[in-house]
């Protein structure tokens, strides 16, 4: 598969290399399209170097005696041989260009042609970032389809600190890798005009064919951690990296379903076509769960939530003074099973991640929260389970079966999940 790799004039250009190494080594042909601009940064040969592919500057062609004609229909040509268009750093302009329709160079005019996915990560000032104008067009963008890969917070090169940061190129990569492969499941093949290389095992969706089971359900998915704050700078979290929901998510959206993730504090892009409501405390995932549970068929709580909240966070920064410190701490409420008191007809499915006996503890949380399937998972093992791409499981559902799925991406694993539980929805119906 191919893919368009734009590059807009910002500091964070350099970057853009990074990830044009990135999407090679995961099997990607990668087409640079560098706006003037992002040439005043990094040169056109380090791209042609790192993808041994000529680099396009500009709408027409600068070598005498080349086909003028050729080089003005260019855009369409790459159009039609690439599969998604991922543009990084997208600059202020660029993101007010494609939000309007503008098309005065080459990517902007490219963007305009595009029909493939899109993938756009920003980067700039914290305050460009906030501008009222920039959110809008960055809504308006979301509202086409487009895939966000919002901008990492830290020391920006005009000496602040706050978000606008570009997101790391690995990252960037695997929402371009997820989005490829999400669309080749669902029966979207590579266009049949495109002669690249296979994408590497590592981001191959297994599954053969993608189902349409979910159309018409709204899915409602919980992931990530929760947040408890201590005082003002610190917290109390977990491990969870919100790679599982983010999958159950994503699979939900591919077999047809309107999915609405609401995601605790992680460092994933939201699936493509993914209604995602971010929030940070166990309360406040709770108050975000309980208002859209009305419009919602299927429920997912794969969450990692609080079990305990800081009774009363402290005002001001703590300070050290070398003593030990006492902290009183309050249970957080049971969101699951304040769902299963009150889910109805829904298809309810929890989580439980365990230390000891995984099976035994999702039986009993299947019963105590009226579950009708509880995915059991072990933590604390080196290469699964939090934080990590796989996972092996064990799923308990009503009716007393229980299956054992063993190690294999969260992805596919998502995909079984939703085999196993839709047997139980003529049930509940």
Same mark, same amino acid.
């Given at each position: 598969?191919?893919?368009?790799?734009?590059?807009?004039?910002?500091?964070?250009?350099?970057?853009?290399?990074?990830?044009?190494?990135?999407?090679? *080594?995961?099997?990607?042909?990668?087409?640079?399209?560098?706006?003037?601009?992002?040439?005043?940064?990094?040169?056109?040969?380090?791209?042609?170097?790192?993808?041994?592919? !000529?680099?396009?500057?500009?709408?027409?062609?600068?070598?005498?005696? #080349?086909? @003028?004609? $050729?080089?003005?229909?260019? /855009?369409?040509?790459?159009?039609? +041989?690439?599969?998604?268009?991922?543009?990084?750093?997208?600059?202020?302009?660029?993101?007010?260009?494609?939000?309007?329709?503008?098309?005065?160079?080459?990517?902007?005019?490219?963007?305009?042609?595009?029909?493939?996915?899109?993938?756009? $990560?920003?980067?700039?000032? @914290?305050?460009?970032?906030? /501008? =009222?104008?920039?959110?809008?067009?960055?809504? @308006?963008?979301?509202?086409?389809? /487009?895939?966000?890969?919002?901008? *990492?917070?830290?020391?920006?090169?005009?000496? %602040?600190?706050? =978000?606008?940061?570009?997101?790391?190129?690995?990252?960037?990569?695997?929402?371009?890798?997820?989005?490829?492969?999400?669309?080749?499941?669902?029966?979207?093949?590579?266009?049949?005009?495109?002669?690249?290389?296979?994408?590497? $095992?590592?981001?191959?969706?297994?599954?053969?064919?993608?189902?349409?089971?979910?159309?018409?359900?709204?899915?409602? %998915?919980?992931?990530?951690?929760?947040?408890?704050?201590?005082?003002?700078?610190?917290?109390?979290?977990?491990?969870?990296?919100?790679?599982?929901?983010?999958?159950?998510?994503?699979?939900?959206?591919?077999?047809?379903?309107?999915?609405?993730?609401?995601?605790?504090?992680?460092?994933?892009?939201?699936?493509?076509?993914?209604?995602?409501?971010?929030?940070?405390?166990?309360? #406040?995932?709770?108050?975000?769960?309980?208002?859209?549970?009305? *419009?919602?068929?299927?429920?997912?709580?794969?969450?990692?939530?609080?079990?305990?909240?800081?009774?009363?966070? %402290?005002?001001?920064?703590?300070? &050290?003074?070398?003593?030990?410190?006492?902290? +009183?701490?309050?249970?957080?409420?049971?969101?699951?099973?304040?769902?299963?008191?009150? !889910?109805?007809?829904?298809?309810?499915?929890?989580?439980?991640? *365990?230390?000891?006996?995984?099976?035994?503890?999702?039986?009993? !949380?299947? #019963?105590? &929260?009226?579950?009708?399937?509880?995915?059991?998972?072990?933590?604390?093992?080196?290469?699964?389970?939090?934080?990590?791409?796989?996972? #092996?499981?064990?799923?308990?559902?009503?009716?007393?079966?229980? %299956?054992?799925?063993?190690?294999?991406? !969260?992805? +596919?694993?998502?995909?079984?999940?939703?085999?196993?539980?839709?047997?139980?929805?003529?049930?509940?119906?």
């Amino acid at each position: 598969m191919n893919v368009v790799l734009g590059v807009g004039g910002g500091i964070a250009a350099y970057k853009a290399a990074e990830l044009a190494r990135a999407l090679s *080594e995961r099997g990607f042909g990668v087409q640079v399209v560098m706006t003037r601009a992002a040439q005043e940064f990094v040169r056109p040969l380090t791209f042609a170097a790192l993808t041994a592919r !000529k680099v396009i500057t500009g709408l027409f062609s600068d070598n005498a005696g #080349e086909d @003028t004609l $050729a080089s003005a229909v260019e /855009h369409i040509r790459v159009t039609q +041989e690439n599969d998604a268009l991922v543009v990084a750093p997208a600059t202020a302009d660029l993101l007010a260009k494609f939000a309007n329709g503008l098309a005065d160079d080459f990517l902007s005019t490219l963007y305009l042609a595009f029909t493939g996915p899109v993938i756009l $990560a920003p980067a700039m000032n @914290t305050n460009m970032w906030n /501008h =009222p104008a920039t959110r809008r067009n960055i809504e @308006t963008l979301r509202g086409r389809g /487009h895939t966000i890969v919002d901008p *990492e917070e830290g020391m920006l090169a005009c000496g %602040v600190i706050g =978000p606008g940061r570009l997101a790391e190129p690995e990252r960037i990569a695997e929402t371009v890798a997820a989005i490829l492969s999400a669309n080749r499941a669902a029966d979207r093949p590579p266009r049949a005009d495109s002669a690249s290389p296979q994408p590497a $095992a590592s981001v191959q969706n297994p599954l053969k064919n993608c189902k349409r089971d979910l159309e018409g359900e709204t899915v409602l %998915v919980t992931a990530g951690p929760t947040e408890e704050p201590l005082d003002p700078v610190r917290f109390l979290s977990n491990r969870s990296s919100g790679k599982m929901g983010y999958a159950l998510a994503d699979a939900a959206a591919a077999r047809g379903a309107r999915v609405i993730l609401v995601s605790g504090p992680v460092s994933l892009a939201a699936p493509r076509g993914v209604e995602t409501m971010r929030v940070t405390t166990a309360a #406040e995932m709770r108050t975000a769960v309980l208002s859209r549970l009305p *419009e919602s068929t299927i429920v997912v709580k794969a969450a990692a939530v609080a079990d305990y909240t800081v009774r009363e966070p %402290v005002a001001g920064k703590i300070k &050290k003074t070398g003593g030990p410190l006492t902290l +009183e701490l309050a249970p957080t409420r049971d969101i699951l099973f304040e769902v299963g008191r009150i !889910k109805g007809d829904r298809l309810l499915i929890g989580f439980a991640a *365990e230390t000891g006996n995984v099976l035994q503890e999702a039986q009993r !949380k299947l #019963e105590a &929260k009226n579950c009708d399937m509880v995915v059991g998972n072990r933590v604390g093992e080196k290469g699964i389970a939090f934080g990590a791409d796989d996972n #092996e499981i064990v799923l308990a559902m009503r009716g007393g079966e229980s %299956v054992e799925l063993a190690r294999a991406p !969260k992805r +596919e694993l998502a995909d079984r999940i939703f085999d196993y539980a839709l047997k139980l929805r003529p049930a509940t119906r």
